[in-house]
């Protein structure tokens, strides 16, 4: 019985022992892969925040784009309206009568 014991401790050691000395040479490489997986996650990341960034940089200025055109439409209608109304007061056309007439019609 006793060399069975014997046996068993030793194999249960041996495994134990393996295993710990396994662990301890090994350790710095799964560390450094690791790190290695931590550092290609970052530089994902930032290659899609960088992506992200550009298309939205476009976005910005195609509505940046599109706003200057709106307002230059704007002062266009502005100037067009004014010189109507120039040319209803110049020909002595109450044009504030015209204005009440076409807020009642709607």
Not at 6 to 35: D, H, M, P, Q, Y
Not at 48 to 66: G, M, P, Q, Y
Request: aromatic share 8%; hydrophobic share 35%; no cysteine.
């Amino acid at each position: 019985m006793d060399s069975w014991v014997e046996t068993l401790i030793t194999a249960v050691g041996s495994a134990g022992g393996g295993g710990f000395f396994g662990w301890l040479f090994t350790r710095k490489k799964t560390n450094a892969e690791a790190k290695g997986s931590e550092l290609e996650n970052v530089e994902q990341a930032i290659k899609i925040w960088r992506e992200t960034a550009e298309k939205l940089s476009k976005r910005v200025d195609e509505l940046s784009r599109e706003v200057d055109e709106l307002r230059n439409d704007l002062i266009s209608v502005h100037r067009e309206n004014k010189q109507l109304k120039d040319y209803l007061y110049k020909k002595g056309i109450d044009f504030t009568l015209i204005q009440k007439e076409s807020e009642t019609d709607n």
